[in-house]
């Protein structure tokens, strides 16, 4: 009796160690390290609760269990060579395949087990945001929020207090007036009343005492009138400073300042054409297809989360992109945007002439003048630093005379090899005319000929 009670609690102990293992196939997994490798790998295509390119993974285990009972094994192979499981001739694969549009998966074959189990657990369990911080920071913002309205109060109530003290100290003082010059006129003899006779009241009798000086003064009062005028038409058209706010909101420094996004991956014909235009909806699809909110750490004053997200949103209502289902519904909206820079008709600039023959030429010379403010790309010596605008403005004058003085002082790269290639004669001439060792500037190579921009 005894021995079979041992043998029966034993029978137990197994059994509750074995239904323990097994209750969770994924439980051996560290949900952190998951995460991790979950957004190292996964997250271009996949998010936990929506379908991007691929489906949604958050509860992928405990689904797949109950809709095909497979268990972890699969999911094992799937990831590491999804290619060879389809090509095996897996039903669910080939399933899987078909329903996304035959759009491969790529294969992890250097995750291990282990790094397989930690984004499945990650999957299941995705450990718990702490927005404690943020919530701190958001009292905090309604605190000083309360604060300043009190205080914009007791300042409001102030300046009406010190506004009618002042109205009442200025009726006092013009009642004062009034009743000094009663008291003047009173006083006044005969003999002051000549002498104020022969005193000058108005401004025609000032005239005509000294209308040599008042001459003179109506000619400089002329002469600087007409340079204030040729002034002003001088800066016609000229818009330094001007900032737009655009129909979707692009911060430049998000862009190209925090993930350091080349400017000629979306300016592409700066390089090769006559204008850098401005991209098609298509090039922001090519990044925007798969990020479908905004979870940089970086935020611009007054803006949060929401306003970029619904920023993203007006992308795709202008392609006619529909997140939930993947594809492009084929109603686009077309976006107005506010040009910017823009030269006259009579103007002729090609960036492409700049950004290839000048490059190395523009970046030193602008370096050498600004030594506080360094550039590292050619279009920053024009457009100003554009990677830390959040609203894009235009950073310099563009006018003739600030075009010619860049032709004056940017020495040519000689040894730049389109100008070997195109120039190389002309290098020759210059070497004989000025000296091999002379430092030859772009005025010299035609940089100040009228026809050079003007046709």
């Known amino acids: 009796m005894i021995s079979w009670r041992k043998h029966y609690k034993r029978s137990l102990i197994a059994i509750g160690l074995l239904l323990s293992t097994s209750a969770s196939i994924y439980a051996q997994g560290d949900a952190k390290?998951?995460?991790?490798?979950f957004k190292a790998n996964c997250t271009a295509c996949h998010a936990l609760d929506k379908q991007l390119v691929g489906p949604a993974l958050g509860g992928v285990v405990d689904k797949l269990k109950k809709e095909q009972n497979l268990d972890t094994d699969w999911l094992h192979k799937w990831i590491k060579d999804n290619k060879a499981l389809r090509a095996s001739g897996d039903k669910y694969a080939n399933e899987v395949f078909e329903k996304f549009n035959k759009t491969e998966m790529l294969q992890f074959p250097?995750?291990?087990?282990?790094?397989?189990?930690?984004?499945?657990?990650?999957?299941?369990?995705?450990?718990a945001a702490a927005?404690?911080?943020?919530?701190?920071?958001?009292?905090?913002?309604?605190?000083n929020s309360v604060a300043a309205l009190e205080a914009a109060k007791k300042e409001s109530v102030n300046s009406k207090i010190i506004l009618?003290?002042?109205?009442?100290?200025?009726?006092?003082?013009?009642?004062?007036?009034?009743?000094?010059?009663?008291?003047?006129?009173?006083?006044?003899?005969?003999?002051?009343?000549?002498?104020?006779?022969?005193?000058?009241?108005?401004?025609?009798?000032?005239?005509?005492r000294?209308?040599?000086?008042?001459?003179?003064?109506?000619v400089v009062l002329g002469v600087l009138a007409a340079y204030g005028i040729w002034n002003?038409?001088?800066?016609?058209?000229?818009?330094?400073?001007?900032?737009?706010?655009?129909?979707?909101?692009?911060?430049?420094?998000?862009?190209?300042?925090?993930?350091?996004?080349?400017?000629?991956?979306?300016h592409s014909s700066a390089k090769y054409g006559k204008?850098?235009?401005i991209p098609s909806m298509n090039v922001c699809m090519n990044c925007h297809r798969t990020i479908s909110e905004y979870n940089g750490k970086y935020m611009e004053p007054g803006k949060d989360k929401s306003f970029y997200d619904g920023e993203i949103q007006k992308i795709y209502a202008a392609t006619g992109w529909d997140p939930a289902k993947q594809q492009y519904t084929g109603k686009t909206q077309p976006v107005e945007w506010t040009r910017i820079h823009n030269m006259p008709d009579f103007v002729y600039f090609n960036h492409s002439q700049h950004v290839v023959a000048g490059e190395q030429a523009i970046i030193t010379s602008y370096n050498k003048k600004n030594p506080e403010a360094k550039i590292d790309v050619v279009c920053k010596a024009c457009h100003g630093q554009v990677d830390t605008m959040n609203v894009v403005h235009m950073a310099n004058d563009f006018t003739m005379g600030w075009c010619i003085e860049c032709h004056r002082t940017t020495e040519v790269d000689m040894n730049n090899g389109y100008n070997k290639e195109y120039f190389k004669n002309l290098h020759e001439k210059l070497k004989k005319q000025y000296g091999s060792g002379t430092k030859i500037t772009v005025d010299a190579i035609g940089?100040?000929?009228?026809?050079?921009?003007?046709?």
């Open 232 to 266: 002003w038409m001088m800066w016609i058209g000229v818009y330094k400073g001007y900032k737009p706010e655009q129909p979707i909101h692009f911060s430049h420094k998000i862009h190209a300042g925090e993930n350091k996004i080349d400017c000629q991956l979306c």
């Open 210 to 218: 000294y209308h040599f000086v008042g001459k003179g003064i109506l």
């Open 447 to 455: 940089g100040l000929e009228c026809g050079k921009c003007h046709y």
């Open 33 to 37: 390290n998951g995460e991790k490798l």
């Open 131 to 143: 927005p404690a911080a943020e919530a701190g920071a958001a009292a905090a913002t309604d605190t």
């Open 164 to 208: 009618i003290s002042l109205l009442a100290i200025g009726g006092l003082l013009l009642w004062l007036l009034l009743k000094l010059r009663q008291l003047v006129k009173l006083q006044e003899s005969e003999e002051l009343s000549v002498l104020n006779a022969t005193r000058t009241t108005s401004l025609a009798d000032l005239y005509k």
């Open 110 to 127: 250097n995750l291990t087990d282990q790094d397989i189990n930690d984004i499945l657990e990650y999957t299941t369990n995705p450990p």
């Open 275 to 277: 204008v850098s235009e």
